[in-house]
């Protein structure tokens, strides 16, 4: 039966609930696109054993084609299918972080198509935990390639809502699991015998995955791509590709600071409409009629972060100035986010 929830009724995309995951899985199988939630973002998915259904992805997005997709698989049993081999380091990461917010890059298997891969020798390889993904892969059968469900460049969607804002009518069907946890893309790292690259950093931390590592494998490399220059992750070169282009903006334009200085702000924006995202504590001196949201965490912020940018936009600011989280844990997966948002604009 098809089920159609009340804040999606504007939309004409059937949407699928847990219990009644059958004609989504069947849709997917039968080469359609799926939008599907998962703990970190919604994604857009098709079976990876289908290269008409793979491209369809990146028509309805209006995604690069060297921007490579991420495999989704339901247990490490479907692992052999996509890659050729799994160095100790990954094996002990998925042991340790999946199902859960964590994509590994690891060379793939001849029968995983370039289309998937955009041309590459490796694949990513990620084993949600939302238990709506869970169910929907585990019908599926298939390994699903899925980015995230927006448009090209744009917010990534924490909502069926948001998602379908973006891909109503472009997709087959759609399943609704709610708001997602995490909110932010999936850590990512690439895995070798000798090294672990943090491609993107998210939820698990480099400090998580290197402590996971430490004992058993103390001569494996843990290393950002710009490890040498410290603090926040913006390799000069990316490993990912896909990670250089335009991300994450919202129709506001986007400006990073530490902290947000009122009277320069207004003066800077003057004759602008802008809001501020702030971390902790409103900000001072912004002017009454400013639309302000204070994130108390850097996990709120992660979870929060899309869904405010939105937001936002829909409060008709031109202009989003976003004080960052302190540069540890997730708050450096958020700050990485917001800096590509800003596109570098720093005030
Ligand atoms: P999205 O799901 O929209 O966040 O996009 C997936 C991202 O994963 C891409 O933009 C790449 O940065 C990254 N990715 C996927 N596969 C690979 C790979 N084989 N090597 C490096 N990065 C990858
Ligand atoms: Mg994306």
Redesign the pocket.
């Known amino acids: 039966m098809l089920h159609r929830q009340p804040p999606f009724s504007g939309f004409v995309t059937p949407v699928y609930t847990l219990g009644n995951l059958g004609p989504a899985a069947e849709a997917l199988r039968a080469g359609g696109l799926v939008v599907f939630p998962t703990e970190t973002?919604y994604?857009i998915g098709a079976s990876a054993l289908l290269d008409h259904a793979v491209a369809r992805i990146f028509q309805a997005k209006g995604?690069p084609q060297d921007?490579?997709?991420?495999l989704h698989i339901h247990s490490t049993a479907l692992l052999a299918d996509a890659v050729s081999s799994v160095p100790r380091s990954a094996e002990l990461l998925f042991e340790a972080f999946s199902p859960g917010p964590l994509?590994i890059?690891l060379p793939?298997a001849r029968r995983v198509s370039p289309l998937v891969?955009?041309g590459?020798p490796?694949?990513?390889i990620r084993i949600p935990s939302h238990p709506v993904a869970r169910e929907f892969l585990e019908m599926c059968k298939v390994p699903v390639a899925?980015?995230?469900a927006?448009i090209s460049g744009e917010p990534?969607p924490t909502s069926l809502e948001m998602a379908l804002s973006g891909l109503d009518a472009k997709v087959d069907c759609a399943v609704d699991g709610g708001f997602c946890q995490h909110g932010i893309?999936?850590t990512?790292v690439?895995c070798s015998d000798d090294e672990v690259v943090l491609?993107?950093p998210g939820a698990i931390t480099l400090e998580m995955i290197a402590s996971c590592l430490e004992e058993e494998l103390p001569g494996v490399r843990v290393r950002v791509p710009a490890a040498e220059g410290g603090g926040d992750v913006a390799p000069a070169r990316?490993?990912?590709?896909?990670?250089s282009?335009r991300h994450y903006q919202p129709r506001a334009e986007v400006w990073v600071t530490e902290r947000v200085d009122g009277a320069r702000t207004r003066k800077r924006f003057h004759g602008r409409r802008f809001g501020v995202i702030a971390m902790n504590r409103p900000p001072v001196g912004v002017g009454p009629a400013t639309p302000v949201y204070v994130m108390n965490s850097a996990e709120e912020y992660a979870h929060l972060l899309y869904r405010k940018l939105v937001w936002f936009d829909d409060q008709g600011c031109e202009v989003i100035i976003a004080e960052l989280p302190p540069p540890h844990g997730v708050g450096l997966a958020v700050r990485d986010r917001l800096q590509r948002a800003a596109g570098g604009q720093e005030l």
């Open positions: 973002v994604g995604r921007n490579p997709l991420i994509t890059v793939k891969t955009a590459l490796t694949v990513g899925a980015p995230s927006n990534s893309e999936s990512i690439r491609l993107r990316p490993e990912a590709p896909g990670m282009y």
